[in-house]
């Protein structure tokens, strides 16, 4: 029997049915462990990341007949990101930053609040002007166009994967340079 965990490339295609299930389910008993961490490193909910794991081997399941993956824990660190940022925009986890403008003014209670908010929008614009011109123009499309990734993939002309991973890109970009500013003004 091979050695699903340590192998580069996975072909299902070349097996009939009986072995086609041998060995799934061999990889996934190779696998499984990897894809739920990376999924639960992300999400940080137990019941959460056990879903999107079962998916990511049930979509395997299902494309069996027609895929080849080239390499296998790249394909499953993909699959997991890319199944996590679908949850992240499903239960609207990420928070737009004038959102995030209107709940600090919310919990402000200082006469310089008209202020910090001013700071804070020029920082924020700042921020996203810092990054790629490819990222900026995703991420300027995708919130504040309220754009899908389909939709800015299509405009763009791009693969809706690459959308995906320069949005990804630049939300985590974004978001630890604002904790880092959030967390600086705290102590101001």
Same mark, same amino acid.
């Given at each position: 029997?091979?050695?699903?965990?340590?192998?580069?490339?996975?072909?299902?295609?070349?097996?009939?049915?009986?072995?086609?299930?041998?060995?799934?389910?061999?990889?996934?008993?190779?696998?499984?462990?990897?894809?739920?961490?990376?999924?639960?490193?992300?999400?940080?909910?137990?019941?959460?990341?056990?879903?999107?794991?079962?998916?990511?081997?049930?979509?395997?399941?299902?494309?069996?007949?027609?895929?080849?993956?080239?390499?296998?824990?790249?394909? /499953?660190? %993909?699959?997991?990101?890319?199944?996590?940022?679908?949850?992240? $925009?499903? !239960?609207?986890?990420?928070?737009? &930053? #004038?959102?995030?403008?209107?709940?600090?003014?919310?919990?402000?209670?200082?006469?310089?609040?008209?202020?910090?908010?001013?700071?804070?929008?020029?920082?924020?614009?700042?921020?996203?002007?810092? /990054?790629? %011109?490819?990222?900026?123009?995703?991420?300027?499309?995708?919130? $504040?166009? !309220?754009?899908?990734?389909?939709? &800015? #993939?299509?405009?763009?002309?791009?693969?809706?994967?690459?959308?995906?991973?320069?949005?990804?890109?630049?939300?985590?970009?974004?978001?630890?340079?604002?904790?880092?500013?959030?967390?600086?003004?705290?102590?101001?």
């Amino acid at each position: 029997m091979p050695d699903y965990k340590s192998q580069t490339s996975l072909n299902f295609l070349s097996r009939n049915q009986k072995q086609d299930e041998h060995a799934f389910n061999a990889f996934y008993e190779a696998h499984w462990e990897y894809v739920f961490e990376q999924a639960f490193i992300r999400c940080r909910q137990y019941d959460i990341a056990e879903n999107i794991t079962q998916d990511i081997f049930v979509a395997l399941w299902d494309q069996m007949d027609e895929i080849c993956i080239d390499n296998v824990r790249g394909y /499953l660190y %993909t699959a997991v990101k890319n199944r996590v940022l679908k949850w992240f $925009e499903k !239960e609207k986890r990420y928070v737009p &930053i #004038a959102e995030l403008l209107v709940e600090f003014r919310a919990s402000t209670e200082y006469s310089d609040a008209p202020l910090l908010d001013k700071e804070l929008v020029e920082i924020a614009e700042a921020l996203i002007s810092s /990054l790629g %011109t490819r990222q900026q123009t995703i991420y300027r499309m995708r919130y $504040e166009q !309220e754009m899908d990734t389909a939709e &800015i #993939a299509k405009q763009l002309n791009m693969n809706r994967k690459t959308v995906q991973n320069q949005l990804s890109l630049a939300l985590a970009q974004l978001r630890s340079s604002l904790t880092l500013v959030l967390i600086i003004s705290k102590f101001l």
